[in-house]
């Protein structure tokens, strides 16, 4: 699950009308300047007139261009403003228009020294607002425990080069959204120091091994941006290659040698970009698509927002399906290889929309599972597995556990409560969950299972060998089953050390006593590897692919 913030972009200098402001011309700026404090200066002066006369109180209304003038131009502009205010106001305006009585030059010229010295306090005012606002954004735009710049220095950067580009012609800039991966274990592990001096090194080597120009920017706590300067795609790929390097390289911190993983989403900047939010936004799905896809690094493609938006609108009907029924469970075949027998199997989601087509498990399913719809979703898996094992009297029947199931502690404590309403025993239902619900927080997950294994519930770890166990902590946690993941069967049958693998996994599953399961079987000869080698269970197509609920029935029958 992604830890960081969702609304990541301030708002400093960055909606549309400022954007357009921005945008014109110093000199267009100017003249707006002047014709505004000219119509304010006229129109107080045809206000008082209008009015009576200098008598009453609406001589005043000048200290407004009087401010304004304060604002945009200084102490000079206030002051050269309060005097022409008071020229207005003076010697040519009566006091009383209705009975032709004029002001004496005392009268006037005090209203005139008054004018300027409210323009000279305003100036002043607002000259040291000023000032303390640039000393507020400069301490801003430094990040004081590593002292790179921020995100907000980022955008007004970028607001400035998108700003040339529109006078000078196309940019030849890039950003890249580096996220160091594993920083929040070092931040738990190890403190905040030690997690904020990582950055600090990370950044300057960075920095130093980058031979053009570029920029450094601390975009978040675990996430860096370096803003380049290059003209091609292939450029921007080689300074990844330069970061990724030097994420791999030992990074000594208090005599800790320490390493971090980094991925990375970039986007080469183009004369149609309208503000640094754009920029930024698609930096961001190129690290969004490298983090879902596995991978380390993904430049962005206008592919992927048209993507994104068809997964956002699936996702937005997950609910509805499961109001419309269209959810439903086909179920996968286990086999023990002692006997042959059939003895159990896996209950697999399956989504058929409204026009009763499949929508594939891996559009939706990673993305339920990072949500808030993963509890409901999984609520119906274990029902209708509840349903199913009561009225056909299934043999027990696996179902998958998400991270964020395992870390939910109302659905955990819940479980057998949920499980006997449907008139079923817990041992009839294996939960089998991943090594990644595990390595994102250990102590939560070992209570999580100990929990479940206190209800009853068998509970497997699925998908071994593809993430990141130890020994050590499989060997403190009470499992009951170890499920080997199946890209470690493919060349069983042509590689030696492929079977040496295999073995080794399903020996050290044998002396923590766990019942192992060999997914992927898809040849005789693979399953007789396996059964030689020791393992308890298989599935795969070569007994059966995933069956709905009456094939699955007649196989079972069949076989």
């Avoid at 005090?110 to 306090?121: C, H, K, N």
């Avoid at 979703?377 to 209708?384: K, P, S």
Wanted: with cysteine.
């Amino acid at each position: 699950m992604n830890r960081e913030s969702t609304s990541y972009l301030p708002t400093i200098e960055n909606n549309r009308y400022s954007q357009t402001w921005l945008q014109l011309p110093e000199s267009a700026r100017l003249l707006f300047r002047l014709l505004t404090v000219a119509a304010f200066l006229a129109a107080g002066t045809l206000i008082v007139y209008f009015t009576g006369g200098t008598s009453y109180a609406y001589p005043y209304v000048i200290l407004l261009p009087v401010l304004l003038s304060a604002i945009w131009f200084g102490f000079a502009g206030a002051i050269l403003c309060a005097i022409t205010g008071g020229l207005l106001l003076g010697p040519l305006m009566p006091l009383d228009v209705s009975t032709g009585t004029y002001q004496s030059t005392e009268n006037w010229l005090a209203r005139s020294g008054f004018f300027v010295l409210i323009g000279i306090f305003s100036a002043g005012l607002f000259q040291s607002l000023r000032r303390a606002n640039q000393r507020h954004l400069q301490a801003l735009e430094v990040d004081q425990k590593t002292g790179l710049r921020t995100q907000a220095a980022l955008i007004r950067d970028l607001d400035r080069l998108l700003r040339k580009a529109s006078r000078d012609g196309p940019p030849t800039s890039a950003v890249i959204l580096l996220r160091m991966q594993d920083l929040w274990e070092i931040l738990q592990s190890m403190g905040a120091d030690t997690a904020e001096q990582v950055v600090k090194d990370v950044a300057r080597r960075i920095s130093q091994n980058i031979h053009i120009p570029h920029q450094v920017y601390r975009f978040s706590k675990s996430e860096l941006t370096i803003l380049i300067s290059a003209a091609s795609q292939e450029e921007v790929s080689s300074i990844f290659g330069i970061a990724q390097q030097i994420g791999e390289e030992e990074t000594d911190v208090k005599g800790i040698p320490l390493r971090v993983q980094i991925v990375a989403g970039s986007y080469l900047i183009n004369a149609n970009d309208e503000n640094a939010e754009i920029v930024i936004n698609r930096a961001r799905t190129g690290l969004s698509v490298a983090i879902e896809n596995n991978v380390s690094y993904r430049p962005y493609d206008p592919m992927f927002d048209q993507k994104t938006a068809e997964r956002v609108q699936l996702i937005a009907r997950v609910r509805d399906g499961l109001a419309h029924q269209e959810f439903q469970l086909f179920y996968q075949p286990k086999i023990c290889l002692r006997t042959g027998q059939h003895v159990g199997s896996e209950a697999l989601l399956r989504w058929f929309n409204h026009e009763n087509r499949m929508v594939m498990p891996g559009l939706f399913m990673p993305k339920v599972e990072s949500t808030t719809l993963i509890d409901p979703v999984t609520r119906f898996v274990i029902a209708r597995a509840c349903e199913t094992i009561r009225s056909q009297n299934l043999m027990p029947v696996s179902v998958n556990f998400a991270i964020n199931n395992l870390m939910n502690p109302s659905l955990i404590g819940d479980m057998e409560r949920i499980v006997r309403s449907y008139g079923v025993n817990p041992e009839s239902l294996e939960i089998e969950i991943t090594e990644g619900a595990l390595i994102q927080d250990p102590t939560h997950a070992k209570e999580a299972v100990k929990c479940l294994r206190d209800q009853g519930f068998k509970v497997s770890l699925d998908d071994f060998g593809t993430g990141y166990s130890s020994f050590q902590y499989l060997s403190h946690l009470p499992l009951s089953g170890l499920k080997i993941d199946r890209a470690f069967v493919t060349d069983l049958e042509v590689s030696a050390d492929a079977r040496t693998i295999m073995e080794s996994m399903i020996s050290m599953a044998r002396a923590l006593k766990l019942e192992v399961t060999v997914e992927g079987i898809e040849t005789l000869g693979q399953q007789e590897i396996v059964t030689d080698l020791g393992a308890d269970l298989a599935q795969g197509f070569y007994f059966s692919r995933p069956l709905p609920l009456q094939e699955y029935q007649h196989w079972a029958r069949d076989r």
